[in-house]
C-alpha cells in the first residue's frame, strides 16, 4: 500500500535555531516528492519539487533533501523565523505523477 | 495573475441540505483536484478532473458527493444531504495540462454543518 510517514507528529523551536522535519515514502513506483507549507486556515504553499535523479534542492531557507534508495526525505529549515510556524507536508507522487499521497504533516512551532 | 480561488470561504449547514463549492483554476489551468481535510489531519484527495471529465474519483465518498468542470464555468463540488462529519476544510488545487505535479492550491472552503 502506498503510505508516507511524517516525523516528528510536532516540533517547538526556539525563533534562530535549525530544524530538520523527516519523510519516508512506500510509494512506487516514484514520480516525484513535493513539500508544501500550510499556514493555519489557508491552502498549502508549495516550498521544493524533486524528482529521482535530484538528491537536493533549495528555496531560501529551505533545503529538501532525497534519498530514493531507502526512500526517505527531509526538509531541514535554517534560522528559524515566527513566520516559519505552520505545518509541513510531504506529497509523493507514482505513475507518473498523477497520483498523490500526502503525509499527515509536521506541525512546526517557533518561539519568540 | 490571479491565484486559484474558492467560494465561499466559510459555508454553514444544517443536516440534510446540500452544499455546493465553487473552485475556479488559474488562468491556463486545465486540471483541478479536490479535497477534503478534517480537523487536526492531513489532506485527503478525493477527486481529479478536467473540463468535462473526471479522471479520477477513488476518493470520493460514493454517496452524497459529486463533482464536475463544466466547459465554461467553475469546478462544483456537491454534498447532497450533509451531515456533521462533512465538516472540513475543502480544498482546490489545480494544475496545468502535462505538468500535473505543479499544483496550486485556494484558500479553502471551511464547511460547518449544525
Known amino acids: 500500500k502506498n503510505q508516507v510517514e511524517q516525523s516528528p507528529q510536532s516540533l517547538i523551536i526556539l525563533e534562530g535555531k535549525n530544524c530538520t522535519l523527516q519523510c519516508n515514502y512506500t510509494v512506487s513506483p516514484f514520480s516525484n516528492l513535493r513539500w508544501y507549507k500550510q499556514d493555519t486556515g489557508r491552502g498549502p504553499v508549495s516550498l521544493t519539487i524533486?524528482?529521482?535523479?535530484?538528491n537536493t534542492k533549495s528555496n531560501g531557507r529551505y533545503t529538501a533533501t532525497l534519498d530514493a534508495d531507502t526512500k526517505q526525505s527531509s526538509l531541514h529549515i535554517t534560522a528559524s523565523q515566527l513566520s516559519d510556524s505552520a505545518s509541513y507536508i510531504c506529497?509523493?507522487?507514482?505513475?507518473?505523477?498523477?497520483?498523490?499521497?500526502f503525509g499527515p504533516g509536521t506541525r512546526l512551532s517557533v518561539l519568540p | 495573475n490571479a491565484g486559484v480561488m474558492q467560494n465561499p470561504r466559510h459555508l454553514v449547514r444544517r443536516r440534510g441540505q446540500e452544499a455546493r463549492l465553487r473552485c475556479s483554476p488559474m488562468k491556463g489551468h486545465s486540471h483541478v483536484y479536490w479535497y477534503r481535510q478534517l480537523p487536526e489531519e492531513g489532506l485527503k484527495f478525493m477527486v481529479y478532473?478536467?473540463?468535462?471529465?473526471?479522471?479520477?474519483e477513488s476518493g470520493m465518498p460514493k454517496e452524497r458527493f459529486s463533482a464536475e468542470f463544466p466547459k465554461e464555468g467553475p469546478s462544483i463540488l456537491r454534498i447532497q444531504q450533509v451531515v456533521r462529519g462533512d465538516s472540513a476544510a475543502y480544498f482546490c488545487?489545480?494544475?496545468?495540462?502535462?505538468?500535473?505535479?505543479?499544483?496550486?492550491f485556494g484558500p479553502g472552503t471551511r464547511l460547518t454543518v449544525t
Open positions: 524533486m524528482t529521482f535523479s535530484e
Open positions: 488545487a489545480s494544475s496545468p495540462a502535462g505538468a500535473t505535479y505543479e499544483q496550486y
Open positions: 506529497v509523493v507522487s507514482d505513475n507518473y505523477g498523477q497520483n498523490f499521497v
Open positions: 478532473l478536467q473540463k468535462e471529465n473526471i479522471i479520477d
